[in-house]
C-alpha cells in the first residue's frame, strides 16, 4: 500500500511490492518476515501474474517465509 495526497493507493506491482518490503525490513531491523499477506484488489491494473511472481521471488530470497492472500496462505 502506497499513501499519497489522494489517500491509500493499493497496488500490488512488483516495483511497489519491493519497495514496500525493503522499507519494512529496515523499520523493523530484520531480514525476514514471517508472513506476507495480500488484504486488497490491486487498483492500478497491476496483472496478478506479476504479482504472484513477485511473492515468489521474495519468499526465494528468503525475505518472508510465508505467502498468502485473504483467502490462503501458502
Known amino acids: 500500500v502506497c499513501s499519497s495526497d489522494l489517500g491509500t493507493i493499493k497496488d500490488s506491482s512488483r516495483k511497489n511490492m519491493l519497495k514496500s518490503i525493503d ?3 529496515k523499520r523493523l ?8 499477506l495480500m ?3 490491486d487498483r492500478v491494473g497491476t ?6 511472481a513477485c511473492m515468489k521471488e521474495l519468499k526465494n530470497a528468503g525475505k518472508v517465509r510465508f505467502l498468502g492472500d485473504r483467502k490462503s496462505v501458502v
Not at 496483472?47 to 504472484?52: A, V
Open 23 to 25: 522499507a519494512s525490513l
Open 39 to 41: 488484504h486488497w484488489d
Open 47 to 52: 496483472p496478478i501474474e506479476e504479482t504472484i
Open 29 to 36: 531491523q530484520t531480514d525476514y518476515i514471517d508472513g506476507y
